[in-house]
């Protein structure tokens, strides 16, 4: 009896665990694969490449950025609730982006609307993954979850581009409306199980991650890539850039419940996206406006390169800061032992 309640436990955590996996498919790959309609909707609605380039940039600023408001009402409301909350507003968001007529429509429809229930989904298919999986499997687990983003944004521009070619672009809306709506049914497995252990945060050697190497690889392939033409060359770096970023990626969801534990993950996971969301809200209009006003994308790409820098500066100097307090406890240790010792030998010579 116990034995095929085990089994059936097992059986329905990796349901779940498929239902999630699923689920960050579409929400990333979405994020990711949206680009490929980038020339469509210029192509459509003949607007400038900076205020077409805004939906883009106002869908993940608002995925990223409301993660710090949605992550606690996320463990306030239930995490199944908030992935139907969340894919509902991602479904409903493409499907009214039937009736757009302008850049602006499509700023609140897909922008907004879907940037928000995405928020939701994500933060909810992540966090109920690590309540079935505890210890070195949730970390596990976590990092092969991970993979859906990579997965996603190779497949949504094949979508795109076929629905396109089939449907229009209003037909293509609809079509990924109703698959972002699947989101719903998948939400109903996302209960919290009882009784789960409890997996406490625990110290995280940012060295460990190799972080710095990564940005710093980043970095060049960004600057040889402003400096180079040639086919081959640019697949050369982009592939270079894409397993560095890719690296990084893999890695934010098991630092986070490493730095903030099982308990705050849900809130932790709301944080981290609020922070990585202030630059990429920027980064659409920021690079379309600096296209538009020199006529090429070598700018944009330096700006990357400036970022990127900073970034890994910002990195050495955390590491130079925790060196530094790491040599003061130990030298603050050794001066309390040689204290304690003497002590010591003063009572053993009074006594």
Not at 188 to 216: A, C, M
Request: aromatic letters at 12%.
């Amino acid at each position: 009896m116990i034995a095929q309640e085990n089994f059936s436990r097992s059986c329905h955590r990796w349901i779940v665990f498929g239902s999630s996996y699923i689920s960050t498919l579409l929400v990333l790959g979405l994020l990711f694969g949206f680009p490929r309609l980038f020339s469509i909707l210029l192509e459509v609605y003949r607007e400038s490449r900076a205020s077409t380039g805004a939906v883009h940039s106002i869908m993940i600023g608002v995925f990223y950025c409301t993660g710090i408001i949605n992550g606690p009402v996320t463990a306030k409301i239930g995490l199944h609730k908030a992935g139907f909350l969340g894919g509902a507003l991602a479904g409903l968001g493409w499907t009214i982006s039937f009736f757009s007529t302008s850049i602006l429509y499509l700023d609140f429809s897909i922008g907004v609307f879907t940037g928000l229930g995405l928020s939701f989904v994500y933060i909810s298919s992540v966090s109920v993954v690590n309540h079935h999986f505890q210890k070195k499997s949730g970390l596990v687990v976590l990092s092969i979850l991970s993979t859906s983003n990579g997965i996603g944004a190779l497949i949504y521009p094949y979508i795109f581009t076929y629905c396109v070619d089939q449907f229009g672009i209003r037909g293509t809306f609809l079509l990924i409306g109703g698959v972002l709506l699947n989101s719903v049914p998948m939400s109903f497995l996302w209960q919290i199980p009882k009784n789960r252990e409890k997996q406490e945060s625990s110290s995280y050697d940012l060295g460990k991650t190799d972080v710095r190497k990564r940005t710093l690889v980043t970095s060049a392939a960004f600057t040889v890539l402003s400096m180079v033409d040639g086919f081959v060359t640019y697949m050369t770096l982009c592939s270079l850039i894409g397993l560095m970023v890719g690296a990084t990626v893999a890695s934010v969801s098991v630092v986070t419940l490493r730095i903030v534990g099982s308990e705050n993950l849900t809130s932790g996971i709301g944080i981290q996206l609020t922070l990585s969301g202030v630059g990429l809200f920027l980064t659409g209009p920021v690079n379309g406006f600096i296209k538009d006003t020199t006529g090429s994308y070598r700018f944009a790409i330096w700006s990357s390169v400036g970022s990127l820098a900073a970034s890994t500066l910002l990195f050495l100097f955390a590491l130079v800061w925790k060196r530094r307090l790491g040599h003061e406890k130990k030298k603050d240790g050794k001066y309390k032992t040689e204290n304690t010792d003497a002590e010591t030998l003063e009572f053993i010579q009074q006594s």
